[in-house]
């Protein structure tokens, strides 16, 4: 007997397209007065959420808990801006609390997990998903049915939005999904995740932690630039469209000729990874922080990889091509950090996922994803002059 993807005794494993799409309107909806789920917001294991139509500044974050959000909002609230139209500007340094467009409807057995969207991340928007009754951020509990919030703060550059703006996105997942240490080996023995440059690194070049994952390095050397830094005193960015500003006016490059920079706390870098990675079809990946004690760091607000992310196949569906190096948000804190190449700065943690997707990450879609990406800024950045 055949089960469904929200069925509690299918195996743990996180929805891919066709089961998320079976599931709107249902476990995800539309909340009230909200349009239809798009398609186009469906991603081969996540679907991307929207944002209602204001935006609620606040005095500060905090946990919804006991108290219902819309308590906390009359007692922390000041200023609703409304969304519809031209959009507001968030400002550099404030907290905003804003309704999503989407509910849940979770059944039995199938929970939700939050993070930001690539874009989100890159602009260093922070945020966070509250969900009403539940003391913890970022996640939904089984057999949770209601509404969701997304906290936003603006952290380099202010920021205008719209309603409708993807900031975020969610992945329902059965059960414990990831895999063990064991399993990942075995995996990577047959299809190699990561390489240097053009070459496949061995199974015993690249560094297995103890719960599931691969510890990963930044490259600095053979960049230039390495990196960037937010400028500090911009202009407002544009998040909703794509390449309407010239970095130069909100970026300052980072060089590293002998392999290493000095970061200066609390200003925000972009780095990419020294491995170029490839996620297989039947998995999907989440980048996480090391201990920090190897590092001082913030890193990674938008960890997220779908199934896909990196892989070419041949014409008879061979795995090809040598993986796309991940992007990494990086906020030093409290004293300046010495950075090296090849330094370990996350870790991938890989997951089973319901099978296949239709649709691998990048693919079917005119607008841009960053299937090809290198050092790339956000797609309101128009690409950096050479």
Not at 29 to 49: C, F, K, M, W
Not at 83 to 100: F, H, T
Not at 234 to 255: I, L, M, N, Q, Y
Request: aromatic fraction near 8%.
């Amino acid at each position: 007997m055949q089960t469904s993807p929200t069925d509690p005794d299918s195996a743990p494993s996180i929805l891919v397209d066709r089961d998320l799409l079976s599931s709107l309107g249902t476990v995800l909806r539309p909340g009230p007065g909200a349009p239809e789920i798009a398609r186009s917001q469906v991603q081969p294991a996540s679907v991307d959420l929207r944002l209602g139509q204001q935006a609620h500044r606040i005095r500060a974050g905090f946990l919804p808990g006991r108290v219902p959000v819309e308590e906390r909002l009359a007692t922390l609230g000041s200023v609703a801006l409304d969304l519809n139209g031209d959009g507001a500007v968030l400002e550099k340094g404030l907290v905003y609390l804003i309704p999503l467009e989407e509910e849940l409807a979770l059944p039995p057995g199938v929970r939700a997990r939050f993070n930001p969207r690539s874009s989100t991340g890159r602009c260093d928007l922070f945020t966070r998903v509250l969900v009403p009754g539940h003391p913890r951020f970022d996640e939904a509990p089984e057999g949770y049915s209601g509404p969701l919030w997304l906290e936003v703060s603006p952290l380099s550059f202010p920021v205008r939005l719209h309603r409708g703006d993807r900031l975020c996105q969610v992945r329902l997942s059965r059960g414990d999904a990831s895999l063990t240490t064991d399993e990942l080996r075995a995996i990577y023995e047959d299809t190699p995740l990561c390489f240097d440059g053009d070459r496949p690194l061995g199974v015993d070049e690249v560094r297995f932690d103890h719960a599931g994952g691969l510890e990963m390095r930044v490259g600095l050397a053979g960049r230039d630039p390495a990196g960037w830094r937010a400028a500090p005193h911009t202009a407002a960015v544009r998040f909703a469209e794509s390449g309407v500003h010239d970095p130069a006016e909100f970026w300052e490059a980072v060089h590293a000729p002998k392999g290493h920079c000095i970061l200066a706390p609390g200003s925000f870098y972009l780095f990419a990874s020294r491995e170029r990675l490839r996620i297989p079809p039947h998995l999907a990946a989440e980048m996480l922080p090391v201990d920090i004690g190897i590092g001082e760091l913030r890193n990674n607000y938008a960890g997220f990889f779908d199934n896909g992310f990196g892989w070419e196949e041949d014409e008879q569906g061979r795995p090809a091509g040598c993986g796309t190096p991940a992007v990494l948000e990086v906020r030093a804190h409290d004293v300046p950090f010495l950075v090296e190449d090849g330094q370990v700065f996350f870790r991938l943690q890989f997951f089973r996922t319901d099978g296949r997707p239709d649709q691998l990450y990048g693919m079917g879609r005119s607008g841009g994803s960053y299937r090809g990406q290198d050092l790339t800024l956000a797609r309101a950045f128009r690409p950096p002059a050479p």
